[in-house]
């Protein structure tokens, strides 16, 4: 027993001294002694403490304090020992073993780690010590030759020597002390040299002077009067900074480029580039919020502490446009600079770098610089579409004339398609307030242009106005504007229009914003006076018709095939004279009116593209409104009634107008839409005197100064089209064109019926026609005498229309649609009278195919027009006699043309010995008619 305790305390001994740890080592092999006694105890003892989990952490946490501190009086043997009672067991001294073992090995392999993070460090330390080393070597050799060197002084030199070598060190001393002072006396005096530079203007010898003053300054720092220097430069290059910053303020107003150049390097010196760029976006902001202020408050005077829009509000309509022209101008000259300071730094010269690290700083500051630019112009033109927009919608604009309203609408166009050709972005914001504001005054002066139209139709005296043959709308002063737009339309006129560019031809200078940029004048110096001298009247010298002889046939064909409109008419020359062909188009001072307003409306529309639909809505009414007027003025007195008269697309449209613009009461009624009282016609037009044909020139003067309204209306539809680029929403356009203008043709029949209808008695032709006999036995050699009648009618018609055309020049137009008007009535008549025969013979039916075709050759011999028109509506009612009585039924049912009286007129005549067959087919026509 004793035996064993002498082991222990040797082996806790060990324990002290500093050992590697045996890793790995089992711990059984320590305890070789074992008692056979307590075998089943240790077993049980050693199997649990190899199964106990223990991290090293908590091993690490059993170990005592006393361990950690530093202490040279403490004993760690005799502190185990104590703790070890006086009849220790083996399993006790096994387990303080096997626990001492446990924290020794923990202890090692924590120290291990420790060592191995700290190696490259200690390595570190480690060769900076014999660094030291050899620096301490080197000094002590260096000490060793300079003691060498003063003893061989001491041996081989004089006091006379040594002293020479005092006053030369000496000499040294004070010309190293001049040179300082001499470099003190120049850092002195260049405070006077940096204001000449700055002066001058020349910031970057100035920078360059402070900064090689600043560095001798940091080098004679050991002198006192050197840092109040050193304070007094860095004021004076606070002072350059501010003197910098003030001229490029000055930049932002009036680009100078030597200036410009001068700053920018002085920056680059100072290594502030981009600050230079950034200080530079804010300025331009701040001065372009000033110079709006300074040019409005020139205008208005008073508190300058008053805000922007306050002084806009105070504007005179006197001072609007001037104000507004010169704001443009300035905000321009500020937008010119900022193009002036984005090309110079896209084209100027790189500054000389040395190496890489420079290169690149400097290819990363040209890269900030430019992106900056970039993206700045966007915020500048939105600080000046804020100003601008504030300004426009300060002021009630609804109460200038249209060319001062047409003038601010040109200045605020130039400015957005500056903005969108130079930045690609639109002013959304003053496109909308002035929207707004265009919406506004367009709606007080629509009522107005249609209160002042209304005027001029109802006091209208229907007289031809005397323009050129030559006259077309784009002639008058309200289109010269666009000319050339609508010139490009025409061009395009036959290719395919979906692929028209817009953006591209409605451009009053397609890139001339640009060009503005190279130059110091802006595109708001260039007269908006568009005004010429109109040349649309004709003078002594122009003819308005033209005259062809008696024999001329191939002229006279050669007209009719270049008029759509009589395609179906066949005209030959008749041995009588043809008075006049007309040149020149029909025009009344109210037609001029209405294209001269449309000319005013298609300028704004051009301007302002985002109301066009409503101007071009608003064009359209004038059109309704004038055909509205020729069918009401004209056709009042018409004395027949005929489906026929008024085509279908007419009957729509004269409805559509008339629920859509006339007011049916005798006052205009408030409304989203306008609605509009029925007019009269004037009083000096009378339209009853025989003599004068019933108006007849007045009403051609009206029905053609229409169709040559809707002609003009049709050349600009290619430049309304534009206007509507969604095909979706050009559907009112297209109801306007195929259904509106083309129906304005079809106005002729009934406004010349009105006329033919009271020039030919119908009521006395059919009392001549009921006193005929048709129940004559044999075909008789001699007409009927209501065909003379009828034709003493026509020639006495036909020496009217003569008269009338030495008052207005009647077109072959005009007359085959007066001519086609009275062949209407006529054959119309025949038939009624005709249907009136209670009976007819087979010598009655050939007097009536007798008497048609002698006033058919007469009629086509006096008015020049063949083949008659409507002939064959006789001609196939007097063939019908003839059909067989199986064969009517078919007949009926494709000729719906006739009306029942005349249907049953026929079947009385053709059925009158067989009262069954008539009742038969009388009562089919019923059925037919009721369907």
């Not at 204001?195 to 090689?212: K, M, R, Y």
Request: aromatic residues 10%; hydrophobic residues 35%.
């Amino acid at each position: 027993m004793e035996n064993l305790r002498f082991k222990v305390l040797d082996f806790l001994n060990k324990q002290h001294q500093l050992q590697i740890p045996s890793m790995g080592l089992n711990p059984d092999l320590l305890n070789p002694l074992e008692s056979c006694r307590h075998d089943n105890i240790q077993f049980k003892a050693s199997h649990d403490i190899e199964n106990e989990a223990i991290s090293d952490e908590q091993i690490l946490e059993t170990i005592e304090s006393v361990y950690y501190q530093i202490d040279d009086a403490f004993d760690p043997c005799r502190h185990e020992l104590n703790k070890i009672s006086h009849h220790p067991s083996c399993y006790q001294i096994e387990k303080f073993n096997k626990q001492f073992n446990q924290q020794q090995y923990v202890v090692s392999k924590k120290v291990l780690q420790l060592i191995l993070q700290k190696q490259s460090t200690c390595n570190q330390q480690f060769h900076e010590a014999l660094d030291i080393q050899n620096e301490l070597q080197s000094l002590i050799k260096t000490c060793k030759s300079g003691r060498s060197s003063l003893h061989s002084a001491t041996v081989k030199f004089t006091i006379a020597s040594l002293g020479i070598l005092a006053n030369y060190k000496r000499r040294q001393t004070i010309e190293k002390l001049m040179s300082s002072l001499n470099s003190i006396k120049t850092l002195q005096r260049t405070e006077d040299h940096l204001q000449e530079l700055l002066t001058e203007g020349n910031f970057p010898g100035a920078i360059s002077l402070l900064l090689e003053c600043r560095s001798a300054a940091q080098t004679y720092k050991h002198f006192f009067c050197i840092a109040a220097l050193s304070r007094k430069l860095q004021d004076t290059l606070e002072q350059v900074e501010e003197t910098l910053d003030f001229n490029l303020t000055k930049i932002c107003g009036n680009f100078d480029e030597k200036m410009y150049s001068s700053i920018q390097e002085a920056y680059q010196l100072l290594g502030k580039t981009q600050i230079a760029i950034d200080q530079l976006h804010m300025h331009f902001t701040v001065t372009i919020h000033n110079t709006a202020f300074d040019v409005v408050h020139s205008y208005v005077g008073g508190d300058i502490k008053r805000q922007f829009k306050e002084i806009c509000e105070s504007i005179s309509h006197e001072n609007f446009i001037n104000c507004l022209i010169d704001l443009s101008k300035t905000l321009w000259r500020i937008i010119h600079s900022y193009y002036q300071v984005y090309n110079w730094h896209i084209t100027c010269t790189e500054y000389t770098v040395k190496n890489d690290e420079k290169i690149l700083k400097n290819v990363l500051g040209k890269q900030y610089v430019q992106h900056k630019l970039e993206t700045g112009i966007i915020k500048i033109w939105m600080d000046i579409e804020i100003k601008i927009s504030t300004f426009l919608v300060s002021t009630d604009i609804t109460c200038f004339k249209f060319e001062q309203f047409v003038r601010i609408l040109g200045i605020i166009n130039r400015l957005m398609e500056a903005s969108e050709e130079l930045c690609g972005k639109k002013l959304e914001i003053l496109q909308e307030s002035m929207k707004k504001q265009c919406l506004l005054y367009f709606s007080h002066y629509h009522a107005s242009r249609l209160d002042e139209l209304c005027i001029f139709l109802e006091h209208d005296g229907w007289e031809l106005c005397p323009v050129k043959s030559t006259f077309v709308a784009t002639q008058l002063q309200e289109f010269k504007s666009l000319k050339s737009v609508l010139d490009n339309c025409e061009l395009l006129s036959n290719t395919d229009r979906l692929h028209f560019d817009e953006h591209e031809n409605f451009r009053s200078d397609s890139g001339s914003s640009r060009k503005y940029l190279e130059s110091d004048i802006t595109f708001f110096d260039v007269d908006f006076d568009e005004t010429k001298d109109e040349d649309i009247l004709v003078t002594i010298d122009d003819k308005a018709c033209e005259y062809i002889s008696e024999d001329s046939e191939d002229e006279v064909n050669h007209d009719v095939k270049n008029n759509a409109t009589i395609e179906r008419f066949h005209i030959k020359n008749s041995k009588r004279r043809l008075k006049s062909i007309v040149v020149a188009p029909m025009v009344t001072n109210t037609t001029l009116n209405v294209l001269r307003v449309c000319g005013r409306y298609l300028q704004m529309s051009r301007l302002l593209s985002t109301i066009a639909v409503t101007v071009i809505r608003s064009m359209i009414q004038f059109f309704e409104l004038y055909l509205y007027c020729i069918n009401l003025f004209f056709t009042s007195d018409l004395q027949i009634t005929s489906e026929s008269l008024y085509s279908p697309k007419l009957k729509l449209t004269l409805t559509r107008i008339e629920e859509n613009l006339i007011n049916n009461n005798t006052t205009n009624i408030e409304s989203e839409k306008i609605k509009l009282r029925k007019l009269n016609l004037s009083t000096v037009v009378d339209l009853q005197k025989d003599d004068k044909l019933f108006g007849l020139a007045e009403r051609v003067v009206g029905v053609e100064s229409l169709i040559f309204l809707g002609q003009q209306y049709n050349n600009l539809q290619a430049f309304l089209k534009q206007f509507v680029p969604d095909n979706s929403e050009r559907g009112f356009l297209s109801q306007f064109y195929v259904q509106t203008v083309e129906s304005a043709v079809d106005l002729r029949k009934p406004v010349y019926m009105a006329v033919v209808s009271k020039c030919f008695d119908v009521t006395n032709i059919l009392s001549l026609m009921n006193r005929v006999n048709w129940e004559i036995r044999d075909v008789m050699s001699q007409h009927s005498n209501y065909i003379d009648i009828l034709l003493q009618k026509i020639e006495n018609f036909s020496k009217s229309l003569d008269e009338v055309m030495y008052i207005v020049p009647l077109s072959i137009d005009v007359r085959c649609a007066i001519w086609e008007n009275v062949a209407h009535l006529i054959t119309h008549t025949l038939v009624e009278g005709f249907s009136n025969a209670k009976k007819c013979s087979n010598g009655g039916r050939g007097l009536m195919q007798l008497d048609f075709t002698q006033l058919k050759s007469k009629f086509e011999m006096i008015t020049g027009v063949r083949p008659m028109p409507h002939s064959e509506y006789v001609e196939t009612y007097v063939k019908a006699y003839y059909i067989p009585e199986n064969l009517l039924h078919d007949w009926i049912r494709k000729h719906k043309e006739y009306s029942n009286k005349q249907l049953t007129g026929l079947i009385s005549c053709m059925c009158q010995n067989n009262k069954k067959s008539r009742q038969k087919f009388i009562m089919m026509v019923e059925e037919q008619s009721n369907r």
